[in-house]
C-alpha cells in the first residue's frame, strides 16, 4: 500500500471511531433514517397534494371515477402497439379501479393506501401493484409523492423518522404525457366524456317524469265498443274541421 492510501485510511478509520464515540457519549447507536431520500414530511407543503374530487359528492366523485376509468380502458386499447403490451395492461387498470373506487376520498381527495392494502383488493402481488402504479403514472394517470414521518423514538437510539404511505393524486394536465404532443387529444377526450355526463344529466332533470306523460295523454276506456264509438266521433270531428 502506497504511504497515500496507507495516510487515506487511517483518516477513513478515524473518522468512524470519531462518530462511534460520539454516539456512544449521546447514548445512541449509529444508524440512518430508512425513508426514501426524496421523501417530505407528512405535514409539509409538498405532502399537500390532496384535493376534492368533482364536486365532492359520493355520487358526483363516482360518476368522474367512472368517467376517469372508461378513459383509461379507452388509451389501453387505443395504444396498444402490435406486438406489444399495452401500455396500461389489466393489472395498471384493476389496480387504477381500486384506488379510485375503494380508497378515495371524494370530499377530500385523500387517496394513500399502503401496498399491502392493495395487494389485498386487487390480489396482485407487491412486484405487479408496484409495476402497475408506475405505468399510470409514466402515462399520466396518477402521480404521488412519497412522504416519511417522525417515529416515536426521538431522541432515542436507532432512526428518527420512517416511510410513510405515498399520497397519490390525480393531473389531468398529465393524462397522455407518454405521447408527447398527442396527448392533448387524451385530455379532450376525458373533458368529452365529462362533458357528455353532465348533458345527460341535465336532459334527465329536464325531462318529465313518466307519471306527466301519462297524465297528458286522453284517458282510454277499459270497454273496447266504448272506445271504437270515442274512436269514430274523434274522426268525425277531425273530418268537419
Request: overall charge positive; hydrophobic content about 40%; cysteine-free.
Amino acid at each position: 500500500m502506497s504511504a497515500g492510501a496507507e495516510a487515506r485510511a487511517i483518516a477513513r478509520e478515524t473518522r468512524k471511531l470519531l462518530r462511534d464515540a460520539g454516539g456512544k457519549l449521546g447514548n445512541r447507536k449509529r444508524g440512518h433514517d430508512p425513508v426514501h431520500r426524496y421523501s417530505y414530511d407528512v405535514d409539509s407543503r409538498q405532502a399537500d397534494v390532496f384535493r376534492p374530487v368533482a364536486d365532492g359528492t359520493v355520487a358526483g366523485g363516482l360518476a368522474w371515477a367512472d368517467d376517469y376509468i372508461r378513459l383509461a380502458k379507452e388509451y389501453d386499447i387505443i395504444h396498444k402497439k402490435k406486438g406489444e403490451r399495452s401500455p396500461l395492461m389489466a393489472n395498471g387498470i384493476r389496480v387504477l379501479e381500486a384506488l379510485l373506487r375503494q380508497f378515495l376520498d371524494f370530499k377530500t381527495g385523500q387517496l394513500d393506501p399502503a401496498l399491502t392494502s392493495l395487494m389485498k383488493v386487487t390480489a396482485l402481488s407487491k412486484n405487479a401493484v408496484v409495476d402497475a402504479l408506475h405505468r399510470l403514472k409514466e402515462h399520466g394517470f396518477l402521480d404521488w409523492v412519497r412522504r416519511s414521518e417522525k417515529t416515536t423514538k426521538v431522541g432515542e437510539a436507532g432512526p428518527q423518522r420512517q416511510q410513510a404511505t405515498n399520497a397519490y393524486h390525480f393531473d389531468i394536465g398529465r393524462l397522455g404525457k407518454a405521447l408527447g404532443d398527442a396527448g392533448k387529444a387524451v385530455r379532450s377526450r376525458f373533458l368529452n366524456l365529462r362533458e357528455a355526463r353532465r348533458r345527460r344529466m341535465a336532459q334527465t332533470l329536464t325531462a318529465p317524469s313518466p307519471s306527466l306523460l301519462a297524465a297528458s295523454e286522453p284517458p282510454k276506456s277499459a270497454d273496447p265498443t266504448m272506445e271504437a264509438i270515442l274512436q269514430r266521433i274523434a274522426a268525425g270531428i277531425e273530418a268537419r274541421v
